[in-house]
């Protein structure tokens, strides 16, 4: 983690791969490597540094083939913010994604509906894929999807 840190803050490009669920679990993951006095310095770099987390998931789809459940994460002001803070929350960061779609961000709820809304998963596998605090977001992101179809 430290290798890719130095070479991101030297000017490069790096690119690396972590298995965790989520662009926020992404996040989490990297601080948590760290120990509690250093996590404060690299919230910082992570913020100044970071540039673009990509999440993917394959999930089972109605046709039995695998489908890509993808989550993209812009790190703009807002995110930079959330990454900062002295109490880091996957929750608060989520949000931060869900709230700056328009900025290049795919949530994971809005490609849920969209797999949803184009018969690629069923509804309950969509719900799977999420806490019971999202469930709602989904179904009213799921609504507003199929309001633009008909229109």
Do not use: W
């Not at 770099?45 to 999930?59: E, M, P, T």
């Not at 931060?96 to 779609?101: G, R």
């Amino acid at each position: 983690m430290e290798a890719a840190i130095d070479m991101a803050e030297s000017g490069h490009l790096v690119l690396g791969t972590l298995h965790t669920k989520s662009c926020a679990e992404t996040i989490d993951r990297i601080i948590n490597f760290y120990e509690l006095r250093d996590q404060a310095s690299v919230k910082y770099l992570l913020s100044s540094l970071l540039k673009l987390i990509i999440s993917q998931r394959l999930i089972r789809g109605t046709s039995g083939n695998l489908v890509l459940l993808p989550e993209v994460m812009v790190v703009d002001n807002v995110v930079a913010g959330c990454i900062r803070k002295e109490k880091f929350s996957v929750s608060e960061l989520e949000d931060a994604i869900q709230s700056s779609l328009g900025k290049g961000n795919v949530s994971l709820i809005n490609a849920l509906a969209e797999l949803y809304v184009n018969n690629k998963i069923t509804l309950e596998q969509a719900k799977s894929q999420l806490e019971e605090k999202n469930l709602e977001v989904l179904n009213r992101t799921i609504m507003q999807m199929k309001m633009k179809l008909m229109q």
